[in-house]
């Protein structure tokens, strides 16, 4: 049972795009959604995260839209430039469970 | 270094062998995870410790598969009789307290079963 639906699996975008990756889940007992970025040979690095309380958060160039009463959580990377190709990947918390849910990745990149 | 190390960065072992992975958690940081994370494939959780216990151990795959943490610091996930669908690269995170903190990854081990 697939906890957190991610997609697309790939993107490309041109450089200056905006690029949206999307993730569904189930359980509304999640109450924390980051979004990892990684690069190959790399460990995921934390990019933002948000919390069911708020339905949108801004850090620079990247935004998490939530929709609660869709049980959806969006990442928009705004003027996409070559340096974010990498894999993304969504996951889901809930206070206590100590552990995240990943969802499969997005493989995105940028073209000139 | 401040961030998250693992030791070995590859690891490459005939079938039947056993291996050790360690991970060496960030100063102060009281909550460590094990996940895998197959080719092409999301990360999947292994186990978690609070300090040295391990409260959720309910990702491990098989009985071939055990973590030990030591002194609240350093730990040890080590495969018993490696099959080939263990091959993966098994990444290590760690976190303050738990709970919602955010966890940060080191680069992991990738291992290769012959």
């Known amino acids: 049972q697939q906890q957190v639906k991610q997609s697309p699996q790939s993107l490309i975008v041109q450089k200056g795009g905006i690029s949206i990756i999307n993730c569904a889940y189930e359980?509304?007992?999640?109450?924390?959604f980051p979004w990892y970025q990684q690069f190959p040979g790399k460990g995921p690095a934390l990019l933002i995260a948000?919390?069911?309380?708020?339905s949108e958060k801004k850090e620079g160039r990247f935004t998490i839209s939530f929709n609660k009463s869709a049980k959806q959580f969006s990442l928009h990377i705004m003027d996409s430039q070559p340096g974010d190709s990498a894999t993304y990947f969504c996951?889901?918390?809930?206070?206590?469970?100590?552990?995240?849910?990943f969802g499969t990745g997005t493989r995105l990149t940028i073209i000139p | 270094g401040a961030g998250v190390s693992q030791s070995p960065s590859n690891k490459v072992t005939e079938k039947g062998k056993d291996v050790e992975l360690r991970c060496d958690p960030i100063?102060?940081?009281?909550?460590l995870y094990w996940y895998r994370q197959s080719l092409g494939q999301g990360l999947e959780f292994l186990i978690y410790?609070?300090?040295?216990?391990?409260?959720?151990k309910s990702g491990l795959p098989s009985d071939r598969f055990s973590a030990e943490r030591t002194g609240g610091s350093v730990s040890t996930l080590t495969i018993q009789r490696t099959q080939q669908e263990d091959s993966a690269v098994y990444l290590c995170?760690?976190?303050?307290?738990?709970?919602?903190?955010?966890?940060?990854f080191g680069d992991g081990t990738r291992l290769s079963i012959l």
């Open positions: 996951a889901v918390d809930n206070f206590g469970n100590e552990k995240l849910t």
């Open positions: 100063s102060g940081h009281t909550a």
């Open positions: 948000i919390r069911p309380d708020v």
């Open positions: 359980n509304t007992a999640f109450d924390y």
């Open positions: 995170a760690s976190s303050q307290r738990g709970g919602n903190q955010p966890q940060h």
């Open positions: 410790f609070q300090g040295n216990s391990a409260p959720d």
